[in-house]
């Protein structure tokens, strides 16, 4: 039983493909050796990307599952030249109090290895910025509230999606969280009932970037197994 009343109806679900075992394994294992290429880099060419293939990978992420299918995202692009700016000054205004007073010693110690400071270059040099914020509620013509579910769970999904799919199109990116994030909000104009997620950039990597020499845990180790 599918729960399908008169006052909402179901239909025909017509776009799944299934593949022969074989080339689904196949599928499997490339999509997989794809994304294990992609890496968080912080040196961005100022290349541009056009605008509509930013568009497309944000159509992918659109598609992602949502508590009760609210859809509680909103991706807000920015291109600006002059709102990177203003971007980059307020997020390093929250970096600078991070490193210099907020983050205990133990936190720093575990950044030590990815090279990170409070100097974000890169909100300004990479093509988009691409802020995502989570709609907590929704807010009718009215003033009523219609309540999201499962807010933090859906718009991760949804910014998962949108990072394989700029790795799928040739993009390099980086995600990006100045905490606090409330400035987001104020400089791009969102209103009161979506908070900031995290940004992230996109672009094409610079000539000589760098990303550092770390492992990823393996397969064995993030993974449990129950069988017949």
């Known amino acids: 039983?599918?729960?399908?009343?008169?006052?909402?109806?179901?239909?025909?679900?017509?776009e799944y493909r299934r593949y022969p075992l074989a080339e689904m394994q196949s599928r499997a294992r490339a999509f997989a050796d794809d994304l294990h290429?992609?890496?968080?880099?912080?040196?961005?060419?100022?290349?541009?990307?056009?605008?509509?293939?930013?568009?497309?990978?944000?159509?992918?992420a659109g598609s992602a599952p949502s508590g009760a299918n609210r859809q509680p995202w909103h991706f807000a692009v920015v291109g600006s030249a002059a709102e990177?700016?203003?971007?980059?000054?307020?997020?390093?205004?929250?970096?600078?109090?991070?490193?210099?007073?907020?983050?205990?010693?133990?936190?720093?110690?575990?950044?030590?290895?990815?090279?990170?400071?409070a100097e974000?270059?890169?909100?300004?040099?990479?093509?988009?910025?691409?802020?995502?914020?989570?709609?907590?509620?929704?807010?009718?013509?009215?003033?009523?509230?219609?309540?999201n579910y499962y807010v933090s769970e859906s718009v991760g999904i949804a910014t998962g999606m949108l990072l394989a799919a700029l790795h799928n199109?040739?993009?390099?990116?980086?995600?990006?969280?100045?905490?606090?994030?409330?400035?987001?909000?104020?400089?791009l104009k969102r209103p009161r009932n979506e908070r900031p997620f995290l940004i992230v950039v996109a672009g094409f990597p610079a000539t000589d970037a760098k990303v550092p020499v770390i492992d990823r845990k393996s397969p064995d180790a993030i993974t449990s197994w129950w069988r017949d």
């Open 1 to 14: 039983m599918n729960g399908e009343t008169a006052e909402h109806p179901f239909r025909p679900w017509n």
């Open 37 to 60: 290429r992609r890496r968080t880099i912080r040196a961005f060419s100022d290349s541009p990307v056009p605008e509509t293939i930013i568009a497309d990978c944000i159509r992918a």
């Open 84 to 117: 990177k700016r203003r971007i980059r000054e307020a997020a390093e205004v929250e970096e600078r109090a991070f490193y210099e007073t907020r983050a205990p010693e133990t936190w720093l110690e575990d950044l030590a290895p990815l090279g990170t400071d």
């Open 120 to 147: 974000k270059p890169f909100l300004e040099t990479a093509p988009w910025l691409i802020v995502v914020f989570a709609e907590r509620f929704e807010a009718d013509a009215d003033g009523g509230r219609h309540k």
């Open 169 to 187: 199109a040739g993009l390099a990116t980086l995600t990006h969280t100045p905490s606090p994030m409330a400035f987001l909000r104020k400089i």
